[in-house]
């Protein structure tokens, strides 16, 4: 059930980007279908991993966010502020809200320097790249550092750099496109944060030994 209402929820904001958009609208069936299939898949993933607790309700909403903003962005090549903002506040809230029950600051603290991590490294990113990364990808990765902290935002980054320049690397061999082809980073992101989401202990223990 909370695999169908965050795949429900998921293509409702995908949708309401994707109206006008007349690629997505012939394709709307599949994309349902496909967004319906992976936030089933992942939030029983989740369910599996984690039980019924809290943690299940905040990993299933940040399926839906990254779901979202991965697929607006790898259609329109936005992250769209209605989107990620939201999520931002929600990750922010939750540790907030659980600072304050278990009086400690230790979850608000691993909530905002997530955020501050990763906003820092896109930040300087963006200013030396000049162009190259928007404010969007800040944001965003901004949003996956408030739910998932400092270390794991930052290793979700490598993986999306990594998988971002490998799939570049087979673009360009291939002649589909070169290196001045806006390549959406979003979707990237998206599936670093959900590969830390499930993989982050073994990914960090390996991090740790290497």
Do not use: H
Not at 57 to 71: F, K, S, W
Not at 170 to 187: H, Q
């Amino acid at each position: 059930m909370a695999g169908l209402l965050t795949g429900l929820a998921a293509e409702w904001l995908v949708r309401r980007f994707l109206m006008e958009y007349s690629r997505a609208a012939r394709m709307a069936g599949v994309r349902a279908a496909f967004i319906m299939l992976c936030a089933g898949w992942l939030t029983a993933g989740v369910y599996t991993r984690f039980g019924l607790s809290e943690k299940l309700i905040l990993y299933a909403l940040l399926i839906l966010l990254l779901l979202a903003a991965g697929l607006i962005d790898l259609y329109l090549q936005i992250l769209p502020n209605v989107v990620v903002l939201p999520g931002f506040l929600a990750g922010l809230g939750y540790y907030s809200v659980k600072s304050v029950l278990e009086m400690d600051a230790r979850p608000l603290a691993f909530s905002v320097f997530g955020a501050l991590a990763g906003g820092a490294v896109l930040f300087l990113v963006i200013r030396v790249s000049r162009g190259g990364m928007g404010l969007g990808d800040m944001k965003f990765l901004m949003m996956i550092g408030a739910f998932m902290g400092p270390v794991n935002s930052l290793i979700a980054l490598t993986l999306a750099v990594i998988l971002g320049g490998a799939l570049g690397v087979i673009l360009i061999a291939a002649r589909v496109a070169n290196r001045k082809t806006p390549v959406p980073f979003g979707p990237f992101l998206a599936v670093g944060a959900l590969t830390m989401i499930f993989y982050d202990a073994p990914i960090r223990q390996w991090l740790a030994g290497a």
